[in-house]
């Protein structure tokens, strides 16, 4: 039996363990609740600061409830960063107004200098995922460093320099990443709003309003009508989304450029997606095609063409027999 629970607390030690940094006692214990957080906060931090990590990839945080073990987690945190939008996320927030967590707070959507950009089609603020536009990534990163060295200034140094590589890998991802200006996009989810502006992209229709909103046979009718009419048109879908088979099917009918993107919630990174998108977007072949109707269009010309001539021909040769005759 003691054989067996020992087994059991080695897997689920293996099963936390990638989430999670070691503090010596004197560091501090950083929480943070979404999964593209994780790594680039740990590249921030100092030798002896532990980073955690509540919600794992491939889980959705929007349907996410908070664990007694959570609770215990983020009841030794020094700072809890999150990004103010997941019902979890207000919990949290209410945890630490209430005083039932002694953690510093650091919200996403709350820091100055933040930009914000609007759903198309609601006119809403979009709130989802808001640091993978760059320039909310850098703002992010130098608030969360200068938080850090007020929590502990003994690794003042250590954050700055950390900062300073994380801008630099994001300046240099950035300068070698296609820009599809003069291209307008039509993309599924919210998320993919902040990476389309990266790219240049002008988003004409977002799927999508959020994730309690299901999508409309209006709304499919249109993105259709976007999709057939526009010249430089993008179709960009996210992995796995309910509408990219759908979106897929249109952009294949109109002969245009559809580009599919990894679920951002898989990864444990801003600047890992980033990298990742930055290499489809790179690879992609944005070239507009025959589309399907123009196939059929072409096709039936092609016939009815063939068939005047066999009918001329035809009429010829008569002609010349019966002269002949």
């Not at 759903?119 to 969360?144: D, L, M, R, S, W």
């Not at 250590?158 to 300068?175: D, F, S, W």
């Not at 059929?296 to 002949?324: D, G, P």
């Amino acid at each position: 039996m003691l054989k067996q629970v020992s087994i059991i607390i080695l897997l689920l030690s293996m099963l936390i363990a990638p989430y999670t940094t070691a503090s010596n006692g004197n560091g501090l214990v950083v929480v943070v609740t979404f999964p593209f957080l994780y790594n680039d906060v740990k590249k921030l931090v100092c030798q002896g600061d532990s980073v955690l990590l509540l919600v794992k990839p491939g889980i959705d945080p929007h349907e996410y409830q908070l664990t007694p073990s959570d609770i215990d987690t983020l009841k030794v945190a020094s700072l809890v960063i999150s990004t103010a939008h997941a019902p979890f996320e207000l919990q949290i927030e209410k945890l630490v107004a209430s005083g039932e967590l002694n953690a510093a707070l650091v919200e996403i959507t709350k820091i100055p200098g933040i930009i914000f950009l609007k759903h198309p089609q609601t006119g809403q603020i979009n709130y989802h995922a808001v640091i993978f536009y760059p320039k909310n990534y850098e703002v992010f990163i130098k608030y969360v460093e200068n938080f850090l060295e007020t929590l502990r200034p003994e690794c003042s140094n250590v954050y700055r320099e950390n900062a300073k590589t994380l801008l630099a890998e994001l300046t240099q991802l950035t300068n070698n990443t296609r820009r599809l200006s003069g291209y307008i996009a039509v993309i599924d989810t919210p998320p993919i709003q902040y990476v389309a502006a990266w790219l240049d992209l002008n988003i004409s229709y977002i799927l999508l309003r959020d994730e309690e909103t299901p999508v409309t046979p209006q709304d499919y009718q249109n993105v259709e009508n976007i999709i057939k009419t526009s010249k430089n048109v993008v179709v960009l879908v996210t992995q796995g989304s309910t509408a990219s088979s759908k979106l897929e099917e249109m952009a294949r009918t109109y002969g245009k450029p559809f580009v599919e993107l990894p679920n951002p919630l898989v990864y444990n990174g801003t600047l890992d997606y980033l990298e990742k998108v930055s290499q489809i977007i790179n690879n992609a072949n944005l070239t507009t095609k025959t589309s399907v109707a123009e196939a059929h269009t072409n096709l039936y010309t092609i016939t009815t063409i063939i068939a005047i001539s066999i009918l001329v021909i035809a009429l010829v040769v008569f002609a010349v027999k019966k002269r002949v005759v």
